[in-house]
């Protein structure tokens, strides 16, 4: 069974800065692709960031340069570094991990889900 735990969530002024962090525990040792989305009140989850176990990485245009995606295989922990936060970027935070290197993959691709932080960013 793998469970994915998500912490580093909070309230932040706009311009701070968060550190999310994403555990993957699990008898298997797959190399994980691990992904980030966030969902807004009332909203779908919207895909933000992923990185394979490789440390490749894609993140959506509304976040680069703002948002950086890590992780340490040893730890089998993912990171979701968090900078220049808008009002905007406010909402619940999950992770998401699949068995595959792929990043570009649709969010069906993703089997394994947490249950999500929240980020919350005040003007």
């Known amino acids: 069974q793998v469970q994915l735990l998500e912490s580093g969530g909070g309230v932040v002024q706009a311009g701070g800065s968060l550190r999310l962090s994403c555990t993957v525990n699990?008898?298997?040792?797959?190399?994980?692709?691990v992904a980030w989305f966030r969902q807004a009140p009332g909203g779908d989850h919207e895909f933000i960031a992923n990185?394979?176990?490789?440390?490749?990485?894609w993140e959506v245009d509304s976040v680069k340069g703002r948002f950086t995606a890590s992780r340490d295989n040893g730890k089998n922990t993912a990171y979701l570094q968090m900078d220049n936060l808008e009002p905007a970027d406010t909402g619940v935070y999950l992770c998401?991990?699949?068995?595959?290197?792929?990043?570009?993959?649709?969010?069906?691709?993703?089997?394994?889900w947490g249950r999500g932080t929240q980020v919350t960013v005040s003007p």
């Open positions: 998401a991990a699949a068995t595959t290197t792929y990043l570009y993959g649709p969010r069906s691709t993703y089997a394994y």
């Open positions: 990185i394979n176990w490789s440390g490749d990485r």
């Open positions: 699990g008898t298997s040792r797959a190399r994980y692709l």
